[in-house]
């Protein structure tokens, strides 16, 4: 599994909206140059976030995007699967019928294992927490939860 780059440039999305939560909204165009976005690109990821229920686009000369939800509220796993759809390491998790083994395969069973523990960490990821850590400094953080 890798994270498309339409899930990454969510996350940088969200991460400035978060970051600048004190504003209304924030234009396309900020956002886009802060974070290293093509605008064109993020304006379909955010209409993405959008239909998710992550941010509200608003139009108009002061328009913009801005969270719905608090950072506190909004998990790494809720972002990538709102852009990338839920996520799954192997066919046979995704699609149990597709594989003959399903009963009796050993690695089936690795396989969940680690989609389970991938997805744990991603729910116990806030943007909140985020945020926190780079404020602090990336090299001060040690990973996990």
Not at 19 to 37: G, L, V
Not at 66 to 92: S, Y
Not at 105 to 117: D, G, I, N, Y
Request: proline share 4%; with cysteine; charged share 25%.
């Amino acid at each position: 599994m890798r994270l498309t780059r339409a899930g990454e440039y969510a996350i940088r999305c969200l991460l400035y909206l978060s970051q600048h939560r004190d504003r209304p909204t924030i234009s396309r165009k900020e956002i886009a140059e802060a974070m290293d976005i093509p605008a064109q690109f993020l304006g379909k990821v955010a209409q993405q976030l959008a239909r998710a229920g992550l941010i509200a686009i608003r139009q108009g000369a002061y328009g913009g995007y801005e969270l719905v939800a608090a950072p506190e509220e909004i998990t790494l796993l809720a972002v990538v699967e709102a852009i990338d759809g839920e996520i799954f390491l192997n066919d046979c998790i995704h699609r149990p019928d597709s594989c003959d083994r399903q009963g009796y395969c050993s690695v089936h069973l690795v396989w969940e294992k680690a989609r389970r523990q991938l997805r744990d960490t991603l729910a116990g990821t806030t943007l909140a927490r985020l945020v926190e850590e780079e404020s602090q400094g990336c090299a001060n953080r040690s990973p996990g939860p």
